[in-house]
């Protein structure tokens, strides 16, 4: 079993990930590829690390989704695989139109820097196979653009489709502005593809692998690979 | 061929949140100018090959189309001047 990192001009957090996704999947193959000429025909898991692929220039994520790179992603999910497009690499997802929505500068104007609450929404994905409805997680922020911009209409038919992963919230769960961090629509911070095999977020798990960091909540989406698929058919 | 300079001006959509915007407009209010709905945007310039202003145009809509402006959140004008 085999799992890929693609790694652009820019990406910052690929070693972090990788370190993290060998301890989430014992006995794996991980690597790191760089983009241009990435080949993900033996992988069964990618992940779009995080970072400022080409500088942020432009919009963020806009010529990383451009790369060759992203038609090998898609091709990957349409052969059942899945992919995690984390902080910089989730902005990468919405702007190759993989996951829907936009991204702006945050409200506050700033880069945030800090750990986040994360509430685990009603939605069906390996990537939750860890976690039940309502479960709140502590996971590291750090973004300038994570301004999750959703229309009423697209939130209305992926929380329908339970497609919302999670949200930010205070330390026992609760909504509401001030929990915050950004200005997401709904206070959305993460997002699932069609399938539940696809998902973006804002929040690092791989900064929250190890008790030694002092978190280790990220270990349960990273270890998504090893968990039953939602076709059946194991992995 | 001859060659066509294309100047988009992309801002955000009416009614999309600007903060940038809003934090420039405090800003000069807090120097004493009478400023009001002050947005950021930002200025593309390139040089395009085209066997008419029609063609260059249809081209320059494709480039915008397809990744110099998020339709999602943005707008655009284009202008295209002969070179």
Known sequence: MRADILVFPGSNCDLDTEIALREALPGWQVERQWHDGAHLGESQFCVLPGGFAYGDYLRAGALAARSGAIAEVRRLIERG??????????????????????????????????????????????????????????????????????????????????????????????????????????GVAGVLGAEGRVLGMMPHPERAAWPAVGRKDGLGILAAALAPRLEGGGH | MPEYRAHLQVRLRQGVLDPAGQAVGHALRDLGFPARDVGVGKLLELTVEAASAEAAEAEVRRMAAELLVNPVLEDYDLELLPR
């Open chain 1, 81 to 186: 695989g899945l992919v995690l497009g984390i902080c910089n690499g989730f902005q990468v997802l919405v702007e190759a139109g993989i996951l829907p929505g936009a991204f702006q500068a945050n409200t506050v104007q700033h880069f945030v820097c800090r750990d986040a609450h994360l509430r685990v929404e009603r939605a069906r994905s390996p990537f939750l196979a860890d976690f039940a409805e309502g479960d709140v997680l502590t996971l590291p922020i750090a973004h300038q653009e994570g301004n999750y911009r959703l229309t009423a209409d697209e939130y209305r038919r992926l929380k329908d489709e339970g497609r919302i992963a999670f949200t930010y919230c205070g330390p026992h769960g609760e909504s509401g502005d001030e929990h915050n961090p950004n200005g997401s629509y709904a």
